[in-house]
């Protein structure tokens, strides 16, 4: 009777010890901490309301206070965890504070809602690689387009004056995240089959969302510029002054300076292309100092246009929005300072590594101009 009795106490009192938790069993320490966290819970629910909890997370967000963003978050999260909102905000204060390992706040906001909110998957993509980012963004592209899609169905059901005008989702959003692709298949992806396929329709989309999305800009001059440089045919002409066009768009002016020098060397009688090497060293011209770069710069901008000026008139071309423009920047640069009419002035002006392409230039229009005196 009493080794029953001690046998019943004692289970009784492991009983004590121990506690099922979702089939696992919890230690004293871990019964404890689970109790202060119900009670914080509730004390945080009767302090505050949810909006007001959002509210405060949001205040320190803006205010960069990542830290006590996430204390306000997962108080928020303790009290509605299968809340969207609040699990994305918290996705983006994890991301923002390095702490990659949470992305399971990410992965819950997906299971609960895969087809609502875009976020979430911008966030995966940005934290995976390869393939699995590309399916992430790609997913995040296409909820956009749908948010997109309902809410132009919506103003058009209910008109502009009953139905705000204001979308949560932009064009540039999707024009960012189709460049997103694009740049894994330019890099990571690079080798895969048909990436190059690939990456092109990516820029191609991210362009017709946003034409002048400088990332996407930049994106098709690399593309443009790679494949000029990988393929044994050489692309067409005309195809070539667009690729230094978008170069120059997005500021890499070297690259757009190789491009066209390239195209001089084939045909120096393109006045376009004379102009848009005048014109992307008038570009930089603000970039520099009064130094030897700076008056270099100028003195190949002006070189260029001058011989863009000529040409347009020998060859009396028809694009008159290009001479007005060649005639403004001229001015701007102090033309008839330089001896614009002056072909002797122009040669002095030139620097060193315009020598060989400025004697062809002018070797081959005396050549022509004797040929038809004769």
Not at 303 to 324: G, N, Q
Request: charged content about 30%.
């Amino acid at each position: 009777m009493g080794g029953q009795a001690k046998a019943k106490k004692k289970n009784k009192a492991k009983r004590k010890d121990t506690k099922p938790n979702g089939g696992a069993l919890m230690s004293p320490q871990e019964r404890m901490k689970a109790k202060m966290q119900e009670r914080a819970k509730k004390k945080t629910a009767e302090k505050y309301t949810i909006d007001q909890l959002v509210g405060k997370t949001e205040e320190c967000i803006d205010n960069f206070d990542f830290d006590m963003a996430r204390l306000y978050c997962q108080r928020a999260l303790d009290i509605e965890p299968t809340n969207l909102t609040i699990l994305d905000m918290m996705g983006n204060i994890c991301t923002e504070l390095g702490e990659i390992e949470k992305v399971y706040v990410y992965l819950k906001a997906v299971e609960l809602s895969p087809e609502d909110g875009h976020s979430k998957y911008m966030y995966l993509g940005q934290i995976h690689t390869g393939m699995e980012a590309v399916q992430y963004f790609s997913k995040g592209t296409e909820v956009m387009l749908n948010t997109m899609d309902k809410h132009a169905n919506k103003a058009s059901a209910f008109g502009a004056a009953a139905f705000p005008s204001e979308c949560a989702v932009t064009k540039k959003n999707v024009s960012v995240a189709f460049c997103s692709i694009a740049e894994i298949f330019f890099t990571d992806l690079c080798m895969e089959e048909g990436a190059a396929d690939r990456c092109k329709v990516a820029i191609d989309k991210a362009l017709q969302y946003d034409e002048h999305n400088p990332e996407a800009l930049q994106l098709m001059a690399s593309y443009l510029f790679s494949i000029e440089k990988n393929e044994s045919n050489i692309p067409p002409y005309e195809s070539r002054i667009t690729t230094a066009k978008l170069l120059i768009e997005a500021e890499q002016y070297e690259m757009a300076t190789e491009v066209l020098e390239d195209l001089l060397e084939e045909d120096d009688e393109v006045v376009e292309v004379w102009y848009l090497l005048g014109w992307l060293f008038y570009l930089q011209l603000d970039k520099q100092d009064l130094t030897s770069n700076g008056v270099n710069f100028r003195k190949s901008a002006w070189t260029y246009l001058s011989k863009a000026k000529k040409l347009y008139v020998k060859l009396r071309c028809e694009d008159a929005p290009m001479f007005e423009h060649t005639e403004q920047l001229l001015a701007e640069l102090g033309g008839e300072e330089h001896g614009a009419d002056d072909d002797d002035d122009d040669d002095d002006e030139a620097g060193p590594y315009l020598d060989n392409i400025e004697d062809d230039f002018i070797q081959s229009s005396d050549d022509e101009e004797d040929a038809m005196d004769h």
